[in-house]
């Protein structure tokens, strides 16, 4: 079965920093560009970033570009996502995803950004 | 603000045909292809169109997407309750991002 398993979210204070893992199964991860999307509270998708089959390219929205960073380790079929400098508006569900058409989507992890 | 516009709600009785529109730009929907994603309560989001009007395995042929020039739609035939949901489309820009419509919240009456 193809799968993505997101972790690593919770509750950090504004300024701190959390690092989220997306696991991937059922499918050649190293395949695949892999995406994450984020989901605030009542709100629509926002799209964040993305990362080629190799590492060697990378996207990013301009809302997190300069404090989020995605990474992927193929050995570990595994996808990452640095958050640093949060901020409240960061509160959200943030959600891994395969590809570019977005074919298939993790349960979410939630990260909030609280005092 | 989302970059492509969708209508915050639409609704529909059973049976009948609802559609969503999408609006956007030459920078994304007038030079890239449309996906359109299914979102249930409480779940993730799901792939139910992409490239404009292709349907992954799986999704039923009540669904069907189309694109003309800056513009997209989804439509669904024969609603169902089950199909009560929020709907999103995207489209890749110029940019090299993925943009998002808003959403749009369908109610089964």
Do not use: H
Request: aromatic content about 10%.
């Amino acid at each position: 079965e193809v799968q993505l398993v997101e972790s690593g979210g919770g509750l950090v204070q504004p300024g701190g920093s959390l690092r989220l893992s997306c696991a991937a199964s059922g499918f050649t991860f190293s395949g695949y560009w892999m995406s994450w999307v984020r989901q605030a509270p009542g709100k629509g998708l926002e799209w964040l970033a993305n990362i080629k089959q190799d590492g060697g390219e990378k996207n990013y929205v301009d809302s997190v570009r300069g404090r989020f960073t995605i990474s992927r380790d193929n050995a570990r079929n595994s996808l990452y996502l640095q958050m640093n400098s949060l901020r409240g508006e960061d509160t959200a569900v943030y959600f891994c995803a395969r590809d570019w058409q977005l074919d298939v989507w993790g349960q979410g992890t939630t990260v909030t950004v609280s005092s | 603000q989302s970059v492509l516009t969708q209508p915050p709600s639409t609704s529909g009785a059973p049976g009948q045909r609802v559609t969503v529109s999408c609006s956007g730009s030459s920078s994304d929907i007038g030079s890239n292809t449309v996906n359109w994603y299914q979102q249930l309560p409480g779940t993730a989001p799901k792939l139910l169109i992409y490239s404009n009007n292709q349907r992954p395995s799986g999704v039923p042929d009540r669904f069907s997407g189309s694109k003309s020039a800056t513009s997209a739609s989804l439509a669904i035939s024969g609603l169902q309750s089950e199909d009560e949901a929020d709907y999103y489309c995207a489209a890749w820009d110029d940019r090299l991002n993925v943009v998002f419509g808003g959403g749009t919240k369908l109610t089964v009456l």
